[in-house]
């Protein structure tokens, strides 16, 4: 094969994958810029239970309780398992309670930690396994989420629908400090959420399940066995024969910063649960092999083509990688324009980003592609993975062994940023 063919092999490869790319971030844009919050009238709110799992105090932890004890919802309950009496955050979230004077929420400690399952899947385990019959939905969100007023409503709304069993929203990054690494996280944040929508990943963060599937389906067995609780969600309302429905109007902005090691630890673990739980795995492997192979085979054939003088190969390659470093400045872009009209319309602060910060995440794309590919390989074949201070054997999706349980130490939160509570 000449470098010629080779060229045009790649150039042809590039821009299918651009147009791919191009086709699901303007569909998932038209959802969000559609999007329009449906809520349901009080007489027709199901009882609700809001789960909320904590282990270390979050940065916004105090914001989380409080927007969750001011929804503008009538019949629901706050259960909140924390890891244990001396963690930090049964302080925060007692004093929050105690400030607030709610009579509709109950925190316990997580009182039998299972060693086949992550803290997390033990916690949500516990409150749901002490829910009385008067339930008829569960609500799952993370210590990161501060939702709305009406967030509670806008997520239990579509599953007034028979042929629906669980909804769900997704995460928007919109940080107080615009760093390099907490730039690179929020570009892989927004590819990744296209991904998620189209292929029907749930998001833990915020996250309704009907009661009634979590008694007919095996997910109780299941999460006392697993790693995470929402990514095999989908997984099991297809066999129940029910959909999974994503809220357009409850992309939730988080506002943390972070590390780079802190995002490569979490993003290599978003990565392991797809792998474990999500039966489009292969698609996400796919996309992540293809969009990292491509660029770095046009970039060795570019250094070819300039070492042997072959300037119109060298300059169709140059033009097509700074087309393809275009084409995914523009889609984020448009990824963000949707994000803030959703954000907007909850009369939540939108400007973050400014010019300065706007060319360092252009420049951050590239970064991101590498930072990403090194995670996607790392999370095939990676078998101890740490969160929250706690190290967990992966030899399966259901072959999880807790090491060694300690209580949380403050100490620790540098091992679990970004999205701490995630």
């Known amino acids: 094969m000449t470098i010629e063919q080779a060229a045009s092999g790649l150039i042809v490869a590039i821009i299918v994958l651009i147009v791919a790319q191009a086709l699901l971030v303007i569909g998932f844009s038209l959802v969000m ?11 027709n709110c199901p009882r609700a239970a809001v789960i909320l799992c904590l282990r270390g105090g979050d940065p916004f932890l105090r914001n989380c309780i409080a927007a969750i004890l001011d929804q503008d919802y009538p019949n629901y ?7 244990c009496e001396q963690d930090p955050a049964w302080s925060v979230a007692a004093e929050c309670i105690a400030e607030s004077g709610a009579t509709n929420v109950l925190i316990q400690p997580l009182r039998n930690p299972k060693d086949s399952c992550s803290l997390k899947c033990s916690s949500v385990v516990q409150a749901i396994s002490e829910l009385d019959d008067t339930f008829e939905v569960v609500a799952l969100l993370d210590a990161d989420t501060v939702p709305h007023r009406t967030w509670l409503r806008e997520l239990v709304a579509p599953l007034a629908d028979d042929r629906v069993g669980a909804t769900t929203g997704n995460r928007w990054y919109m940080p107080d400090e615009v760093t390099l690494p907490s730039l690179i ?12 929508y189209w292929f029907g990943i749930a998001w833990g963060g915020s996250l309704a399940i009907k009661v009634k ?34 809220v357009p109007s409850l992309l939730m902005v ?37 969009t ?58 939108t400007q973050w980003l400014g010019i300065l910060g706007f060319v360092k995440y252009v ?60």
Not at 237 to 244: F, G, I, P, S, T
Request: net charge positive; proline share 4%.
């Open 254 to 290: 988080n506002r943390e910063s972070c590390d780079l090691s802190g995002y490569f630890r979490w993003v290599r673990r978003q990565l392991l649960t797809a792998r474990l739980y999500h039966p489009n795995w292969f698609l996400v492997l796919s996309h992540g092999v293809s």
């Open 292 to 349: 990292t192979i491509v660029p770095l085979l046009m970039v060795a054939l570019l250094v070819v083509a300039i070492r042997e003088g072959q300037m119109p190969v060298t300059s169709w390659l140059a033009a097509t990688l700074a087309f393809s470093w275009l084409a995914n400045a523009v889609m984020i872009t448009l990824l963000e324009i949707s994000a803030r009209r959703v954000v907007a319309r909850r009369n939540e602060p």
């Open 185 to 196: 996280r929020y570009v892989w944040n927004a590819a990744a959420i296209v991904q998620m």
């Open 77 to 83: 309950e706050l259960r909140i398992i924390v890891d």
């Open 363 to 422: 420049l951050a794309l590239p970064v991101t592609q590498l930072i990403y590919s090194a995670a996607l390989a790392s999370s095939l074949f990676v078998r101890k993975v740490g969160w929250r201070g706690i190290t967990y054997r992966v030899d399966g999706p259901w072959k999880i062994r807790m090491l060694e349980y300690r209580p949380y130490k403050a100490s620790e939160l540098s091992d679990s940023n970004p999205a701490s509570s995630l």
């Open 213 to 246: 599937v979590l008694r007919e389906s095996d997910l109780l067995e299941r999460w006392s066995n697993a790693f995470c609780e929402d990514t095999m969600v989908f997984r099991a309302l297809r066999q129940m024969k029910l959909r999974l429905v994503y």
């Open 33 to 43: 810029l559609r999007a329009r919050r449906v809520e349901i009238e009080d007489a």
